[in-house]
């Protein structure tokens, strides 16, 4: 098992700056990619930001280029720097990780949530 908690969230206006932090704890074996969802009300989860263990990272178009995803391995955490926010940035942040297994099986973890609000 992985345990996930994010944190950092909160509410920021339009054009400012937010830090989400996520720390994992538990069974690190086989985790090979780390990252950030979010929802918002009334919409499905969408990918905001992958990072590999090999330092690969991947963003949605609708973020690239204010979203950085960053990770402290000493501390086991896992960073996301939200810039430029826009109302539309608006949801439930959760962090998640995946171990792969030696027959391509994906098991997922997710943290409980932090919500970013951006008025405008």
């Known amino acids: 098992q992985v345990q996930l908690v994010e944190s950092g969230g909160g509410l920021v206006q339009a054009g400012g700056s937010l830090r989400l932090s996520c720390e994992a704890s538990?069974?690190?074996?086989?985790?090979?990619?780390f990252g950030w969802y979010r929802q918002a009300p009334g919409k499905q989860r969408e990918l905001v930001a992958t990072?590999?263990?090999?330092?690969?990272?991947n963003y949605a178009d609708s973020v690239k280029g204010r979203f950085t995803v960053s990770r402290d391995n000493a501390k086991n955490r896992m960073h996301l720097q939200m810039s430029d926010l826009k109302p539309e940035d608006t949801a439930v942040y959760y962090c998640?990780?995946?171990?792969?297994?030696?027959?391509?099986?994906?098991?997922?973890?997710w943290g409980q949530g932090t919500q970013v609000t951006v008025s405008s």
């Open positions: 998640y990780a995946n171990r792969r297994y030696s027959d391509n099986t994906v098991e997922t973890y």
């Open positions: 538990g069974n690190m074996f086989a985790i090979n990619a």
């Open positions: 990072l590999t263990t090999g330092g690969i990272t």
